[in-house]
């Protein structure tokens, strides 16, 4: 990932639009959790004694943890690098094998899980597979040990009725609504939206936990939009189109539902 983090800050700014820095920042969370994985792996791994029912004396309980086997992986499209990888580094810590699974809507970075990180790995250990809805259905139609899925609820459950065919265990991380409550006890209407419009503006808003509706008091209400405003002037300049801290959707059909909802 390292000797590759070049490549794919590019590939993230292709298609997200991403500035320097966040696209970095999303290399040293990947690095991060790689080194938390590294640090504590040993002392995960160890057996946890447990207490012995009388009736099974003069035995010895303990818990011990065991690969699942062989662990699909489906990376979103909003963070590609970030939550493809990070469920790859801890299911091969683990000791499973893994067949990520990147988005076909972040073409340069799947460009660059093909290219340039692909070769580095070991093809025992881990596999990255290419392709469309098509590809994807296909994938979700074999069975797995276990399945990692990040996306949408429409898709979550998509995944859900594959998984339960083999009764395959899964992790689905999907989107959902995430209010923000500006209520009358806000001593700072401009640190509140400093916050707001800061997590909703990384990566354009493609974030699952971006804020999506603020639900604001009526006394701090005319303050509060003044001030949404003027933050976004200070982040991006009267013309954000012209700012290089302004991220871009990743489809234009995203972009039109995001225009039609204004």
């Known amino acids: 990932v390292l000797g590759a983090s070049e490549e794919g800050c590019s590939a993230l700014s292709s298609d997200l639009g991403r500035s320097r820095t966040e696209a970095q920042a999303e290399i040293e969370m990947v ?34 943890r065991e690969p699942y086997g062989v662990v699909l992986v489906i990376a ?22 893994v067949v990520l699974k990147p988005s076909e809507l972040s073409l340069r970075t799947e460009e660059w899980y093909r290219s340039k990180l692909a070769p580095m790995l070991s093809q025992d250990t881990c596999q990255i597979l290419t392709g469309d809805v098509n590809f994807t259905t296909a994938l979700l139609s074999l069975r797995w040990d276990f399945i990692f899925f990040t996306g949408s ?19 689905l991380e999907l989107g959902g609504k995430s209010p923000v409550i500006v209520d009358a006890s806000v001593s700072s209407v401009v640190e509140a939206a400093k ?15 971006a804020p999506d509706y603020v639900l604001v008091h009526r006394s701090k209400h005319k303050a ?7 933050c976004c002037r200070d982040f991006f300049g009267k013309d954000p189109r012209q700012s290089a801290d302004y991220g871009r959707m990743c489809t234009v059909t995203s972009a039109e539902r995001a225009g039609l909802l204004i």
């Open 31 to 64: 690095l991060g959790e790689i080194d938390v994985q590294m640090k504590n792996l040993r002392s995960w791994m160890r057996p946890e004694p447990q207490m012995t029912h009388a009736l099974l004396l003069p035995g010895h309980t303990e818990v011990r």
């Open 76 to 97: 979103p499209f909003n963070y590609p690098i970030f939550l493809g990888l990070v469920p790859v580094v801890g299911a091969i810590a683990a000791g499973n094998t």
């Open 153 to 171: 609820p429409r898709v979550g459950r998509i995944v859900s009725r594959a998984a339960a065919e083999y009764l395959t265990p899964t992790i």
């Open 195 to 209: 916050r707001i419009i800061s997590g909703k503006m990384i990566n354009a808003g493609q974030t699952c936990i």
């Open 224 to 230: 509060f939009v003044n001030q949404l405003v003027r």
